[in-house]
């Protein structure tokens, strides 16, 4: 895996599209249980392609991950196709993007996987996406995208990955703002392009979050903002009309969950 993270490097390529590469220090990243959980391959695939994308973005997680998959490696020691696997990790190129696509096992199958997979290496032609270059663990997933209105200026595009989270791309328009919810379960969020705030932060490519049940917030960007979440429960919509989405958005939660 070639990660650029030099701003040098980004200018050098600028007829290619652009790498969801964090232009700032990244200033929020998953919890250590949860890089653990991942090095030890225990998440739902949705949360795996999360991780796996953030790690790309950043060398601190992904530093770290490898002290956990080395750790582990340690305690299995003997055998010899871990081995193997350990000795790759103590190289230079660990390829997140290939074990994640290891991991995964997203419905599409045959040629109309190896057909996603051209569309995305020449870059998805999508409404929100155009010139980004995604993370690897999100290319699959961003193929043929169907984005749906929420709100004004805010659409959402739910891909199905497993069958216990919902994972959506969000782009939030310049100046847009979603419904205020808060969340009967957990929901991750990796920025991707642009920035956006709500009543606990600002947050940059690359950030990763973790709201919940305890969190009511309303996402709003300047910018603009295209982020990818996963939910392991639907929002609760907590003021104003929106409410009435309630019982709604928990038939479409289970209705975004994939391979039923
Ligand atoms: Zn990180």
């Not at 103590?90 to 994640?100: N, P």
């Not at 999100?138 to 193929?143: H, S």
């Amino acid at each position: 895996m070639k990660m650029k993270i030099s701003p040098e490097q980004e200018s050098q390529e600028s007829q290619e599209p652009r790498e969801a590469v964090a232009q700032h220090p990244i200033q929020h990243h998953p919890a250590d249980d949860m890089l653990e959980s991942f090095a030890r391959r225990e998440m739902p695939a949705g949360m795996s392609v999360i991780v796996s994308a953030h790690i790309e973005m950043c060398a601190l997680c992904r530093a770290r991950v490898r002290e956990f998959e080395a750790r582990e490696m340690r305690e299995w020691s003997g055998a010899p196709e871990l081995a193997r696997m350990a000795a790759h990790i103590d190289g230079e190129e660990v390829d997140f993007g290939g074990m994640i696509e290891r991991i995964t096992t997203l419905p599409r199958q045959g040629a109309e996987a190896a057909a996603a997979r051209e569309a995305s290496a020449a870059g998805p032609q999508d409404r929100f996406i155009k010139d980004l270059r995604l993370p690897r663990a999100l290319r699959r997933a961003a193929t043929r995208l169907r984005w749906t209105r929420l709100a004004e200026g805010i659409h959402q595009a739910v891909v199905p990955i497993d069958g216990e989270t919902r994972c959506e791309f969000i782009h939030i328009a310049a100046g847009a703002a979603t419904p205020a919810h808060s969340h009967y379960g957990r929901e991750h969020t990796l920025v991707l392009q642009g920035r956006f705030h709500d009543e606990l932060g600002s947050y940059g490519n690359g950030d990763f979050l973790l709201r919940n049940a305890s969190h009511e917030h309303q996402p709003a960007s300047d910018e603009g903002c295209l982020s990818f979440a996963v939910l392991d429960q639907p929002l609760r919509f907590t003021r104003g009309l929106s409410r009435l989405l309630n019982p709604i958005n928990r038939l479409r939660f289970r209705a975004g969950l994939g391979s039923r």
